[in-house]
């Protein structure tokens, strides 16, 4: 090693979750060589540089472990109809409508993350009014289910007489007529890449288009201070597109993939499986699903939906779902299934276990994207099979009061239950699931800690509070457990890579409201800067 290459990084408090006392680290080429205190790696490598941040705040870089990185370079090429962009259906309207007025023979108007509790309703016939013969497909900010206006629905072969797709379902008004909405199977079908059926009228942006939407998210989120992602549903084109970027110096962004399960097979017969790749691109393992969404109501639960006999969706069949999972554990690959009302979960619990019991497999971890909705049983069964929860870490500051009039008082104080996991002595991560909630990671540790909605203020389910410093441990140490990282992320240790951030603020010491405020500096990538805020 050359000494003159070392670099020493340090600032007034060095949060590096390393077990002892750190307030320095060296770095040579991407990884820790050395931690201590600043005096001592002085005396140990006299001609290395040092950097020193002063009254500023390092802590290790943050790690989302469900995030959709190929939904959101396609969503950025069209329109944001979120509720910060659009705070009324008027508004949004009028956004659709101007974009149609200037749309191609064939092109589609597409437009993700509408909120229909905070924005209002959106049908088909407003669309139609603004829209009149081009296709438009807005997607809701779960992302399990849309809006269509008519000529979409033509063009999509659906009619007053159709029959919704298996797991899907096509929303109707009160006179039975279909009004646009296109949920779950219905949606997926058609929308994404990674699910999609062949046939799709909805043509793809090229891939030179969509590099141009990861390089955004990209800056975005290292602007947030994310070192780390799990990509958590990518297909071929994903696949090739990160690849790309991959070749090009494009992704400075750790990225491991949950691979569709419908692509599985063409990965099995190329022997690709958990762990294939590098430390910039790896394959962490196969995704599929049991249910719906939270946000969009749609999840599979016991009890119905508060004010409702509506109990969500099953959207995957249950024998089909216990196949390929068997098939991808007997090959030794690691499986995140999304499951997030309490039926489903237990129905996962059940597949999961069967499996261990027939073909166990010590140290193969398999995750429980979401794992929303809980009770004290599916955590015992989940401590026991040794199996990782990926929960919202920001939905209640995102939803705030409106996930008790969707599910209940009760209920709420069983969902994103960190503290619960914890208490179970359950793995748990942090995600944020964007761009179905909101990416940034100190919002998430806030949400955490706080319970409390950042609009309406209201705060929900309290009892599942955390510390600061577990919520930074989840978005770290257990964001890297997650995709079979833990040797080599979430620490500011020797060996570990020099992935961390430079915060202007302690995030553990701070009032807990004001976390999400907290300035990111600097983000660093293998000891590399990434980001600046200036």
Known sequence: MNETDLVIFTARLVHAQAGVPVAAFAVAGERIVAAGTPSGLRADFPRARVEDFGAATIVPGFNDAHIHIGLTAEDLLHLDLSHAAVATIDVLLDRVGARAATATPGEWVRGSRYDDTKTGVLTREALDAVAGAVPVLVTQVAGHWGVANSAALRALGYHEDSVPPPGGDLGRDAAGRLDGRLIERALLDVAYAATGTAGSPITPSTQQQRMTGLRRAIEQWHAAGLTSICDALVGPEDVALLHRARRSGDLTLRTGMLLAVDHYQKARELGVGSG???????????????????????????EPFTGTDYHGLQITDTDELRESIRRVHADGNRMGVHANGDTAIRLLLDIYAEIAGTDPKPGLRHRIEHCTVVDDDILRRMRALDLIAVPFAGYVAYHGGALESWYGPERVRRMFAHRSFLDAGVTVAGSSDYP?????????????????????????GENQRISAAEALAIYTTGSAAASGDEHRKGRLAPGFLADFVVLDQDPLTIDPAGIASIGVRHTYVGGRRVWSAG
């Open 276 to 302: 294939f790749g590098d430390d910039l691109l790896r394959l962490v393992g196969v995704k599929s699903f049991v249910d719906g969404a939270i946000g969009g109501r749609t999840c599979l639960l016991s």
């Open 436 to 460: 179905c909630g909101p990416y940034q990671p100190l919002l998430g540790m806030q949400s955490m800690v706080t319970r409390q909605g950042i609009d309406d203020g209201v705060r929900v």
